[in-house]
């Protein structure tokens, strides 16, 4: 049965619950709850596993903290046996409008921490998805901004994103990174 790896970035415990840092988490809490599945504490993360089609997927919520988020996905890559062909990490993004989305079979980190430290330990070739989270913040103000909580307004403008999110996964599944690249990526831009 073939495996796939899907990670969303974030960091664990309530005071970081609805910040745009974990928007990654957000998403695999919405694609959870659409398959009736629930996550487990194991072993570098909050898992959660199902299939699709004949297709096994596992969930991973990293508890590392964001700039350690490498160790957990080298960990459940290696664990379960799973080709970085089949990795998909959703993760915040500041340089995107909030709403807007990207989705990318490989490339740089773009400055984020997370995808720094995954590039440290298994490389740029894997698919990510980068959830535009804006950059309405004033200079020197960009911890605050990413830590900081989504407003009910903000929510409204995310939860598409959130939704089209859900269903890039299964495509990227289903219908691998180019496909799933060519159907959604012009649904993501917001000006």
């Given at each position: 049965m073939d495996k796939y790896l899907i990670v969303g970035l974030g960091n664990p415990g309530d005071e970081y619950a609805g910040t745009r840092h974990n928007t990654g988490f957000m998403i695999l809490d919405a694609f959870a709850k659409a398959s009736n599945i629930v996550f487990e504490d194991k072993r570098y993360g909050f898992v959660a596993e199902t299939s699709l089609k004949g297709r096994k997927l596992f969930l991973l919520k990293p508890t590392t903290y964001m700039n350690l988020s490498g160790n957990a996905v080298r960990?459940?890559?290696?664990?379960?046996?799973i080709d970085q062909s089949r990795l998909l990490v959703i993760v915040d993004d500041l340089s995107l409008p909030l709403g807007a989305f990207r989705?990318?079979?490989?490339?740089?980190?773009?400055?984020?921490n997370g995808l720094g430290n995954i590039q440290q330990l298994i490389?740029?070739?894997y698919a990510r998805l980068r959830m535009g989270i804006g950059?309405?913040?004033?200079?020197g103000a960009q911890v605050d901004w990413v830590l900081g909580k989504y407003s009910d307004d903000d929510m409204k403008v995310l939860q598409?994103?959130?939704?089209c999110a859900v269903?890039?996964?299964k495509s990227f599944v289903l219908a691998g990174i180019d496909n799933t690249m060519n159907a959604y990526n012009k649904l993501g831009k917001k000006q």
């Open positions: 960990y459940w890559l290696n664990k379960e046996n989705l990318k079979a490989s490339g740089s980190n773009g400055g984020h490389g740029q070739q950059n309405d913040f004033p200079r598409p994103s959130i939704d269903d890039i996964i």
